[in-house]
T-cell receptor, first 112, second 112 residues
Framework: AQSVTQLGSHVSVSEGALVLLRCNYSSSVPPYLFWYVQYPNQGLQLLLKYTTGATLVKGINGFEAEFKKSETSFHLTKPSAHMSDAAEYFC??????????FGTGTSLTVIP | NAGVTQTPKFQVLKTGQSMTLQCAQD?????MYWYRQDPGMGLRLIYYSASEGTTDKGEVPNGYNVSRLNKREFSLRLESAAPSQTSVYFC???????????FGEGSWLTVV
């Protein structure tokens, strides 16, 4: 069985500051891990994903995430926040089967 | 490139009415999903279809039925709508296990 926990339902950062959104997963098999972003009144868009290989994954819009098996974590970071980064972010995990589990989401606010 | 298309985008129902949400994908994906999104609860899986001709329950299937009409289409039916089914519904699809899941734009359903 797989599950995802996102720590912090709301995160606020100043424009230009580091963005850190936390995600921990539980999986009985090697996981596939994803981060999605959702802008208001829209569907979810893929930011980045980890399947196999390099544990530091780079995504769109300057975001990256590192897969740490020992910590069962897949935290999302961006060195410098922009106003356009304000959105809801979802971490997700998928195993060998067909189910795809999402965390409860983290709402990111960027303060000018 | 349409991707995943959902209809209708907005719907208001009275308690006890029935309706069907339609979903179609043009990416030749094998698996299709229906999620509901509620504030503070993230996305919860209602039903999924691993391949044409198969459907399986997700986390919150009660009150819903699905049909995988063919490889392209996966519909979600509310037989007797209840206010608790007021939500945003997302259809999604992906090619296979481990692959990225792609979302439609969402259907906003209000049951009064």
């Amino acid at each position: 069985a797989q599950s995802v926990t996102q720590l912090g339902s709301h995160v606020s950062v100043s424009e230009g500051a580091l963005v850190l959104l936390r995600c921990n997963y539980s999986s009985s098999v090697p996981p596939y891990l994803f981060w999605y972003v959702q802008y208001p009144n829209q569907g979810l868009q893929l930011l980045l994903k980890y399947t196999t290989g390099a544990t530091l994954v780079k995504g769109i819009n300057g975001f990256e995430a590192e897969f740490k098996k020992s910590e069962t974590s897949f935290h999302l970071t961006k060195p410098s926040a922009h106003m356009s980064d304000a959105a809801e972010y979802f971490c997700a995990v998928s195993g060998i089967g067909n189910q795809f589990y999402f965390g409860t989401g983290t709402s990111l606010t960027v303060i000018p | 490139n349409a991707g995943v298309t959902q209809t209708p985008k907005f719907q208001v129902l009275k308690t006890g009415q029935s309706m069907t949400l339609q979903c179609a994908q043009d990416m030749n994906h094998n698996s299709m999903y229906w999620y509901r999104q509620d504030p503070g609860m993230g996305l919860r899986l209602i039903y999924y279809s691993a391949s044409e001709g198969t459907t399986d329950k997700g986390e919150v299937p009660n009150g819903y039925n699905v049909s995988r009409l063919n490889k392209r289409e996966f519909s979600l039916r509310l037989e007797s709508a209840a206010p608790s089914q007021t939500s945003v519904y997302f259809c999604a699809s992906r090619k296979a296990s481990g692959n990225t899941i792609y979302f439609g734009e969402g259907s906003w359903l209000t049951v009064v």
